[in-house]
C-alpha cells in the first residue's frame, strides 16, 4: 500500500449526494436544520442531487488531483442513480470511494432479480464502505438510529466471507458510551480495518431552534464520564491491528491518545480527510476548501476558529497549553453547561503543525488501493 506521507494536502474528496435520508439517528448533524420543530424534517423532505451534478463534481476531483472520495448524505445508498455514480467515478475517471452508510439497502433485491445492490456497487468498482456501527446492543442501536442493526451485521458478514474489509463509525453519546468496549470487542471479530469514534458534535442543525443548549448538550454526555469507555474500547481495537481515531474532542481528555485525535484545524493536511466543501459545493462550482498548505494555516484556521457556526472556546488556561495552535477547543454552549474544570492543559513547548501526531501513527488515515487486500489491517499498521 503507499502510504501518503503526512503534512501533505490531504487527496480525498466529500461527495454529498444529498441530505435525504430515512434513518432518525438521534444525534444527526442535522437535526431542526431547516428550523422545523421536527427533528427530521429536513432529512425526510431533503432531495437527492442530481446525476450529472455529482458526475460534474467527481470530473472536478480527478481535475484537481484527488484520488479518493467519501459519499455522503443523506443515505448515500438510496440515490437512484447510486449504481452508475460509482461506475462512472471508478471505471472511467478512476477514483476510489468509500461509502458512509448505515448499510440497511445493500442487502435489497433489485427489480425482482436475485441480485442484491451490495453486489451491482462492487461491480460497479466500489472500493470501500464506512459503516454507522452506533452499538452492539441491537435494541440501543434501533433506539439511537431507528434501524435494524442485524441488517448491517448481515452485510459485514457478506464482506467478510469475501475477503473485503471496510471502517466503521460510532457516534458516542449518552446513550451509547458504557456500551464502548463491547461494541469494539464485536468489531474485532469482523473485517473493519479502522474505526472511528465520532463525539457528539454541537453545530450545524442543533442551533436551530435553540435546540443545542435544551437538548444537544445532554445527548452529548460529558467528556469525563466517556472518555476511559472510549480509552478501553481503543484500546482493545488497537491490541488486535484495528487502527482508531476519535475525533472532535480536545487533546487535554485523552492525554496519552493523542495520537488518535483528529480535528477541524488539521483535516485538509491530514493523509486521507475531506478537501472540498459538502452539499453547497455539490450543487454550484465545485471548489476546494484549500489550496495550499499556507492556506491552511492563514485562512481556515482563523476563520475556523472565529466562525460562529462551529461555536467554539478556549480559556485563559488553555493559552499556555501546549497543543493550543491546533486543539479544537470546546462547544461553548458545552461550557455554559458543565464549565472548564475537565479541560487541564498539556506542558511542553507549542506545538504548531496541526499533524504533529500523525508521523508516529499514520494507520488510521490511510485508504485502500484495491477492492480486495490481502491483510489489510497489517499492512496499514505496520506503515
Ligand atoms: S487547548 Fe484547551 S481544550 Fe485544547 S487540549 Fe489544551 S487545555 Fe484542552
Same mark, same amino acid.
Not at 29 to 45: A, G, H, I, M, P
Not at 225 to 241: G, M, P, R, S
Given at each position: 500500500?503507499? =502510504?501518503?506521507?503526512?503534512?501533505?494536502?490531504? #487527496?480525498?474528496?466529500?461527495?454529498?449526494?444529498?441530505?435525504?435520508?430515512?434513518?432518525?439517528?438521534?444525534?444527526?448533524?442535522?437535526?431542526?436544520?431547516?428550523?422545523?420543530?421536527?427533528?427530521?424534517?429536513?432529512?425526510?423532505? &431533503?432531495?437527492?442531487?442530481?446525476?450529472?451534478?455529482?458526475?460534474?463534481?467527481?470530473?472536478?476531483? %480527478?481535475?484537481?488531483?484527488?484520488?479518493?472520495?467519501?459519499?455522503?448524505?443523506?443515505?448515500?445508498?438510496?440515490?437512484?442513480?447510486? =449504481?452508475?455514480?460509482?461506475?462512472?467515478?471508478?471505471?472511467?475517471?478512476?477514483?476510489?470511494?468509500?461509502?458512509?452508510?448505515?448499510?440497511?439497502?445493500?442487502?435489497?433485491?433489485?427489480?425482482?432479480?436475485?441480485?442484491?445492490?451490495?453486489?451491482?456497487?462492487?461491480?460497479?468498482?466500489?472500493?470501500?464502505?464506512?459503516?454507522?456501527?452506533?452499538?452492539?446492543? @441491537?435494541?440501543?442501536?434501533?433506539?439511537?438510529?431507528?434501524?435494524?442493526?442485524?441488517?448491517?451485521?448481515?452485510?459485514?458478514?457478506?464482506?467478510?466471507?469475501?475477503?473485503?474489509?471496510?471502517?466503521?463509525?460510532?457516534? =458516542?453519546? @449518552?446513550? /451509547?458510551?458504557?456500551?464502548? #468496549?463491547?461494541? @469494539?470487542? !464485536?468489531?474485532?471479530?469482523?473485517?473493519?480495518?479502522?474505526?472511528?469514534?465520532?463525539?457528539?458534535?454541537?453545530?450545524?442543525?442543533? +442551533? /436551530?431552534?435553540?435546540?443545542?443548549?435544551?437538548?444537544?448538550?445532554?445527548?452529548?454526555?460529558?467528556?469525563?464520564?466517556?472518555?476511559? !469507555?472510549?480509552?478501553?474500547?481503543?484500546?482493545?481495537? =488497537?491490541?488486535?491491528?484495528?487502527?482508531?481515531?476519535?475525533?472532535?474532542? #480536545?487533546?487535554?481528555?485523552?492525554?496519552?491518545?493523542?495520537?488518535?485525535?483528529?480535528?477541524?484545524?488539521? &483535516?485538509?493536511?491530514?493523509?486521507?480527510?475531506?478537501? /472540498?466543501?459538502?452539499?453547497? @459545493?455539490?450543487?454550484?462550482?465545485?471548489?476546494?476548501?484549500?489550496?495550499?498548505?499556507?492556506?491552511?494555516?492563514?485562512?481556515?484556521?482563523?476563520?475556523?476558529?472565529?466562525?460562529? &457556526? !462551529?461555536?467554539?472556546?478556549?480559556?485563559?488556561?488553555?493559552?499556555?497549553? +501546549?497543543?493550543?495552535?491546533?486543539?479544537?477547543?470546546?462547544?461553548?454552549?458545552?461550557? &455554559?453547561?458543565?464549565?472548564?474544570?475537565?479541560?487541564?492543559?498539556? %506542558?511542553?513547548?507549542?506545538?504548531?503543525?496541526?499533524?504533529?501526531?500523525?508521523?508516529?501513527?499514520?494507520? #488510521?488515515?490511510?485508504?485502500?488501493?484495491?477492492?480486495?487486500?490481502?491483510?489489510?489491517?497489517?499492512?496499514?499498521?505496520?506503515?
Amino acid at each position: 500500500m503507499r =502510504v501518503h506521507p503526512a503534512g501533505k494536502l490531504s #487527496p480525498m474528496g466529500v461527495l454529498d449526494v444529498g441530505r435525504k435520508c430515512p434513518h432518525s439517528c438521534c444525534f444527526c448533524f442535522y437535526s431542526f436544520y431547516d428550523k422545523s420543530e421536527k427533528q427530521f424534517n429536513y432529512l425526510r423532505t &431533503a432531495e437527492y442531487l442530481s446525476t450529472e451534478s455529482l458526475k460534474n463534481l467527481l470530473r472536478y476531483f %480527478a481535475q484537481w488531483g484527488l484520488t479518493h472520495f467519501e459519499y455522503t448524505g443523506g443515505e448515500p445508498s438510496l440515490h437512484p442513480d447510486i =449504481v452508475e455514480i460509482t461506475r462512472y467515478a471508478h471505471k472511467e475517471l478512476g477514483l476510489k470511494g468509500r461509502m458512509i452508510t448505515m448499510g440497511q439497502f445493500l442487502g435489497t433485491k433489485l427489480g425482482g432479480s436475485s441480485e442484491i445492490l451490495l453486489d451491482r456497487l462492487l461491480e460497479a468498482g466500489l472500493n470501500d464502505f464506512l459503516f454507522s456501527f452506533h452499538t452492539v446492543d @441491537a435494541e440501543m442501536f434501533h433506539k439511537l438510529t431507528g434501524a435494524d442493526l442485524g441488517k448491517l451485521q448481515s452485510v459485514m458478514k457478506t464482506l467478510d466471507d469475501r475477503g473485503f474489509s471496510y471502517c466503521t463509525n460510532t457516534v =458516542v453519546e @449518552a446513550n /451509547n458510551y458504557k456500551t464502548l #468496549p463491547d461494541t @469494539a470487542r !464485536y468489531l474485532v471479530s469482523s473485517g473493519t480495518r479502522y474505526h472511528n469514534f465520532l463525539i457528539m458534535r454541537l453545530d450545524w442543525g442543533w +442551533a /436551530n431552534n435553540n435546540m443545542r443548549e435544551e437538548m444537544a448538550v445532554g445527548y452529548k454526555a460529558k467528556y469525563n464520564d466517556i472518555d476511559k !469507555y472510549i480509552k478501553e474500547a481503543t484500546d482493545i481495537l =488497537v491490541a488486535a491491528d484495528i487502527a482508531v481515531n476519535i475525533r472532535y474532542a #480536545p487533546y487535554c481528555m485523552f492525554k496519552g491518545y493523542e495520537k488518535h485525535i483528529v480535528g477541524f484545524k488539521g &483535516a485538509a493536511m491530514d493523509p486521507y480527510e475531506w478537501r /472540498n466543501g459538502t452539499k453547497a @459545493a455539490s450543487e454550484g462550482e465545485p471548489l476546494l476548501k484549500c489550496i495550499t498548505e499556507e492556506d491552511n494555516y492563514t485562512k481556515r484556521i482563523p476563520l475556523f476558529e472565529s466562525d460562529p &457556526a !462551529y461555536n467554539l472556546a478556549f480559556s485563559e488556561k488553555c493559552e499556555k497549553c +501546549a497543543v493550543r495552535p491546533i486543539c479544537d477547543g470546546v462547544d461553548r454552549d458545552y461550557v &455554559a453547561r458543565h464549565g472548564w474544570d475537565e479541560f487541564e492543559p498539556l %506542558a511542553g513547548e507549542q506545538i504548531k503543525d496541526v499533524v504533529h501526531f500523525r508521523y508516529e501513527y499514520p494507520g #488510521p488515515f490511510i485508504m485502500k488501493e484495491e477492492q480486495y487486500e490481502r491483510s489489510p489491517r497489517k499492512k496499514e499498521t505496520s506503515s
